[in-house]
């Protein structure tokens, strides 16, 4: 079914509204305002770690966000002052030093598959980052399309630190993208924080605000986006992502593409009639 023909069944969409509205997890919260999906991750007591429950949960949820045509950006932050310590050692580690080597893959290909579930979501994601991000806090904050940090934000990739490689859930393809081969092998081989000034003069981050504006601007940023054509985002995402293996002819192929299809969207004819009457365009998504 086509973006359009979706749109235009208002059952399907009345169905997929209360589905993703009644998205419940033990450890993370999921709210929807409006055009905004809200993610917590909410065991402040111990700075937001994750489970085996919970990375199924995120997972499932951005499955579920490919075809939520009526929410538009995603916001992911943590509660009590940090964003995501990762894995948890008791929680995680000390089961996987129990199982065998299926098992073991099972759950590495689960934890990727949350990074690829976030990753072909059309919906443009914003990661709202406060102190501790860590682990695979980090890569969920990698995975997204834009950080919004604060000065007391520290991200490390510590993999190697609990004896393990520094590629995980993709972090090796992701990383050196975003702030540049020789910057990612340092952090990947030494586990370090990486500080909120050198994330943002990395690339890594986006934008620092201070704690208490940090809610209030990613929601700015989320907003804006959400004014914008919906459907011409989702395509900007998805090419991000399949331009970096193909070559230059073939992205410009690809662009015309997508451009093209985009052209046959409502958007693009409102914002052209917008333009001649002198108004701000309204996007509807379709």
């Known amino acids: 079914m086509n973006q359009r023909q979706f749109s235009s069944n208002p059952q399907a969409m009345a169905h997929l509204r209360h589905d ?9 919260q999921w709210q929807v305002e409006g055009k905004l999906g809200l993610v917590t991750i909410n065991r402040p007591e111990k700075k937001n770690p994750l489970t085996f429950d919970s990375y199924a949960g995120l997972r499932d949820l951005f499955r579920k966000l490919q075809h939520a045509n009526d929410i538009k950006v995603v916001i992911i932050s943590g509660a009590g002052g940090n964003f995501c310590s ?31 579930a976030m990753r072909n979501c ?7 980052i406060d102190g501790i991000c860590a682990g695979a806090g980090a890569m969920i904050a990698l995975g997204s ?12 990739f510590l993999f190697n630190r609990v004896g393990l490689a520094g590629c995980d859930m ?12 020789g910057r990612a ?37 989320a907003t804006r986006i959400a004014d914008g054509p919906s459907f011409g985002n989702a395509m900007t ?19 015309a593409q997508a451009q093209a299809i985009c052209m046959q969207t409502e958007d693009f004819h409102r914002a052209y009639h917008a333009f001649v009457a002198r108004q701000q365009p309204v996007f509807q998504g379709d």
């Not at 059309?122 to 709202?128: N, R, V």
């Not at 993709?170 to 081969?181: E, S, T, V």
């Not at 995402?237 to 662009?255: C, F, P, R, S, V």
């Open 122 to 128: 059309p919906q443009p994601i914003i990661s709202a």
């Open 86 to 116: 990762g894995g948890n050692v008791h929680e995680i580690i000390g089961p996987l030093i129990g199982m065998n080597m299926p098992e073991l893959l099972e759950f590495t290909r689960m934890t990727g598959d949350l990074v690829k």
């Open 185 to 221: 092998s340092e952090l990947l081989y030494t586990g370090r924080d990486m500080n909120a000034q050198e994330g943002l003069a990395w690339g890594f981050f986006n934008s620092l605000v201070e704690p208490d504006q940090l809610q209030p601007e990613a929601r700015n940023w």
């Open 170 to 181: 993709g972090a090796c393809a992701l990383l050196p993208r975003m702030i540049g081969q």
């Open 145 to 156: 399309d834009l950080r919004l940090g604060t000065p007391r934000a520290r991200t490390a």
């Open 20 to 28: 993703m509205s009644n998205h419940h997890s033990a450890h993370f």
């Open 237 to 255: 995402k998805k090419m991000l992502h399949q331009e970096w293996n193909m070559g230059l002819d073939e992205a410009i192929e690809a662009e």
